[in-house]
């Protein structure tokens, strides 16, 4: 069963926009049918989906052509699809590390299974020319074309500041392009995912012109405060915060606590009528598993808290906003503008914040981190030689582990399980990731 997709969309309201920053982009870039290759992806809740991949060409709004790869991921009969597709903004930070690549970081962190498994259609293009020519030394389903079963000997992108239109481009063709709506069907709701480095890009274009029209709703992870923008020839990032444009749909900031910490992060602690923030405590902007896959040092010291549950929670709330139903209430680690973390007994960070109202609890967090399992450090500066890898590595922070304080196992089960439900109930953890953290509880020998 799918979760709560309907096929029908709820317009949002529409509020006077703000003066323009940019010039429209040109939406005529196109997939080239020649070039299409398809094969299986999988079945997911008994609906058989295909990847389709082809390059993407079109010309920008400073009239420099381009010509890139795409991807496509959607059931094989569009019908048995829920009418939700999800735009992936492609991670650049993954490039200068073995994954030797940009990474599809909504998949990597929400997995196929969760995302196929609703019913939801997937999307995304290459649009960073450092990008170009560049393939994982292995074959993995989250660096797109790594099979190199798609031709992109032909790609190119003439400028840095062509990044956005390309983008805007893309997402406008899944509704127009023929190829496309062949292979999709009617789009009846877009989601947006970015992460990192991506995630400036994407909370820039929903502060632009060109931003709006274009994502129902975007979820926008791993970033502090300000934006990156396009000045025609190359990128620029500002750090003026502001609310996403009226008419840019509906935005989700998710934070770590390193980028509270380290990224200014508490800045962007507001609410809008489309925008809301929260952020996890104890929860590093890499983890111990991505350090692995980047082959960073030192990976398993590094912070083991797994906040990618949240993720899936927070793109079901998101979908459910579109809909008038109100997302749970926004988690911040201190008021507006205050940088200083409140931490308990075990030198974990304290939701301060809950919906705009100050709280005084040791609630709405994950539960690893709310019983005490280990003590969660955000950043680990010991690692950041100057190099690139050094400075993700930082972001990956490390970890105390406490277990050995535990001398129950039952106890210890049963506070995980406490903590897990009442977030399942507050809509920040759905059921089958609280299900999975308890058995984790269960099958392990803490307390033993």
């Known amino acids: ?22 010039p429209e982009a ?42 890139v790869p795409c991807q496509i991921i959607a059931p094989v009969h569009p019908g048995d699809g829920s009418g939700l597709l999800l735009f992936d903004w492609l991670v650049r930070s993954t490039m200068f590390t073995a994954v030797g690549q940009e990474q599809a970081d909504a998949r990597y962190t929400m997995s196929d299974e969760f995302l196929f498994g609703t019913g939801a259609s997937y999307a995304t293009v290459r649009c960073d020319p450092t990008a170009i020519g560049r393939r994982s030394p292995i074959v993995d389903p989250f660096r797109p074309w790594s099979d190199g079963l798609l031709d992109t000997s032909t790609e190119f992108i003439l400028s840095p500041g062509d990044e956005f239109d390309i983008v805007v481009d893309y997402v406008r063709a899944m509704k127009t392009d ?29 502060r632009i012109p060109m931003g709006v029209g274009l994502f129902d709703y975007s979820l926008v992870g791993g970033t502090g405060n300000g934006f990156d ?57 890499l983890r111990s598993i991505d350090c692995i896959e980047f082959e960073l040092s030192d990976p398993l010291a590094a912070n083991v808290a797994d906040w990618t549950p949240f993720f899936r929670a927070l793109f079901v709330a998101g979908n459910d906003w579109c809909d008038a139903i109100a997302p749970p209430p926004s988690l911040w680690l201190g008021a507006p ?37 280990n003590q969660y450090i955000p950043v680990a500066p010991e690692f950041d030689d100057g190099s690139f890898p050094g400075l993700l590595r930082a972001l990956a922070g490390s970890h105390v582990d406490l277990t050995g ?44």
């Open 337 to 373: 503008n205050d940088p200083q973390i409140t931490r308990d007994a075990n030198g974990n960070a304290l939701v301060r914040f809950v919906g705009t109202l100050p709280v005084d609890t040791l609630d709405y967090r994950l539960p690893e981190v709310a019983v005490g399992q």
């Open 26 to 67: 040109r939406a005529d870039g196109h997939l080239d049918p020649t070039t299409s290759i398809t094969v299986p992806h999988g079945t997911f809740h008994g609906v058989e989906f295909a990847r389709h991949e082809a390059m993407f060409e079109g010309v920008t709004s400073n009239n420099r052509p381009y010509r």
């Open 229 to 285: 923008h396009t000045t025609g020839n190359d990128i620029k990032f500002s750090s003026a915060e502001k609310p996403p444009k009226p008419g840019a749909g509906l935005e989700i900031d998710f934070q770590s606590e390193t980028d509270v910490v380290l990224l200014g992060a508490y800045k962007t602690r507001h609410e809008e009528p489309n925008y809301r923030v929260y952020q996890f405590a104890g929860a590093a902007h």
């Open 405 to 448: 304080g535990f001398t129950d196992h039952d106890e210890y089960v049963r506070l995980v399980a406490l903590h897990a439900n009442v977030l399942v109930g507050q809509g920040y953890l759905l059921q089958s990731d609280a299900d999975t953290i308890i058995d984790e509880a269960i099958g392990s020998g803490i307390g033993l």
């Open 178 to 206: 023929p190829l496309a709506l062949q292979l999709l069907g009617a789009v009846d709701r877009t989601a947006a995912f970015a992460y990192s480095a991506s995630g400036y890009r994407l909370r820039g274009l929903l």
């Open 1 to 22: 069963m799918y979760l709560t997709f309907p096929r029908v969309f709820s317009p949002i309201a529409a509020i006077l926009a703000l003066a323009a920053m940019t």
